[in-house]
């Protein structure tokens, strides 16, 4: 799968439901209506949809939602996808998750093939990680994290760097990262979906994180790359990473080489973009996959160049679907 613009296209990320067991403020708003289950696929399409994107060259998976251990039975899709990269067929499964069923799943992701894992953490202060979260519990998704660092997965954590609500925790934060071996990535808050806040309240730029941690830390910039948006430094003191996703700051537009499916089937060929092609039909019209791969290889020949997000306290938000519905 090549563009337009001659990138190729090999990770899929795919949104296995966008139910969560958490409401974090810059993603969802308190009183979420989540989609009807009829309209999700079930776990056996899902598993034919990333089937079809390995044909066409996919090498690279990553699960997200909502919340993707939240779906039940999800640990089936997850240990038939690892067989994929046991055959060959695929070079990594990961996934992205708020931490709080990994307590429970750390070990079965380890036996499936899941090398490593980003954790969303924003706050390692159980107040400040309840009010983030509306209503999350801290010390469960610590004992998550430390359940997957015992499995041997490699964590990542992400945290979003927000104005007022976590920004003097950063030094701690990588110190705490540093200590455990876990590289870190901030993520500036990005103006995706109605969450009934200020956006430009939240929003906090990355070049002035950068700049603080700087007081502190010996940071140097590596040419290391995910083929994503993060741009990654080393720090000296803990010699770990710190890894910068700044879409409001920095096109990143150029290198991407992903795209985006629902829990509906509904494949987004950019994050920061309304344009979108429905799978579902396809996949559903016929056991075959002839259509579904047609359909695949018509919307990748209209993958946007790139996109433009502006933060602006009266606009809407640009893209009015929720991350959880995307994915992140
Ligand atoms: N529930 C999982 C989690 O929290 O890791 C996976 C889905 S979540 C939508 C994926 C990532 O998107 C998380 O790291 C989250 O912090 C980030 N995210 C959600 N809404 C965002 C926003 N408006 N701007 C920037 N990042 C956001
Ligand atoms: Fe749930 Fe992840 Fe969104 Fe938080 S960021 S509400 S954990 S989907």
Known sequence: MIDPFGRRVTYLRVSVTDRCDLRCVYCMGEDMHFLPREDVLSLEE????????????VRKIRL?????????NVMSLITNLGRRMADGALDELTLTTN????????????????????????????ERFRAITRWGKLEQVIEGIMAAKAAGLAVKINTVALKGANEDEFDHLVDWCGGHGFDLTFIETMPVGEVHADRTEQYLPLSLVRQRLERRWTLSDTDFCTGGPSRYVSVAETGRRIGFITPMTHNFCESCNRVRVTC?????????????ADLRAPLRASESDSLLETAVAEAIARKPKGHDFVIDRDAHPEVTRHMSVTGG
């Open 46 to 57: 899902l598993e034919r949809l990333c089937g079809a994107f390995i044909r066409l060259g």
């Open 64 to 72: 997200t939602g909502g919340e993707p251990l939240v779906r039940r």
């Open 99 to 126: 931490g709080t069923q990994l307590a429970k799943y750390a070990g079965d992701l380890a036996r499936a093939g899941v090398r490593r894992i980003n954790v969303s953490l924003d706050s390692l202060d159980p």
């Open 264 to 276: 509906t089937g509904t494949l987004f060929m950019c994050l920061g973009r309304e344009d979108a």
